[in-house]
């Protein structure tokens, strides 16, 4: 049976809040301790993918959360999960 890749491991993660299979304690507690031990490995299955979602992700999504409401923490990472997705899409370089 084949590995699961980091970058499909990390997308579940951030699926699995946003579909409310995982509370927002969970996702605050482990987000950066996942991305930390995952991120390595992002990078070197691709570097173009590993970079995207830390910008989208972590920067412009989960570091700028502190301080919302469970609402709102949702719909910013609903929108920056949104856009990374969309930036793969349309090749983000």
Do not use: W
Request: hydrophobic letters at 35%; charged letters at 30%.
């Amino acid at each position: 049976m084949p590995k699961k890749s980091a970058s499909i491991f990390m997308l579940n993660f951030i699926r699995e809040y946003l579909d409310g299979e995982n509370e927002r304690l969970f996702f605050d507690l482990d987000f950066n301790y996942t991305l930390n031990q995952y991120y390595p490995k992002m990078e070197r299955e691709d570097p173009d993918f590993a970079e995207c979602f830390v910008y989208y992700l972590a920067e412009r999504g989960f570091d700028k959360s502190k301080g919302l409401s469970d609402v709102e923490h949702k719909k910013l990472l609903r929108q920056q999960y949104d856009e990374f997705m969309a930036a793969m899409h349309d090749g983000f370089t």
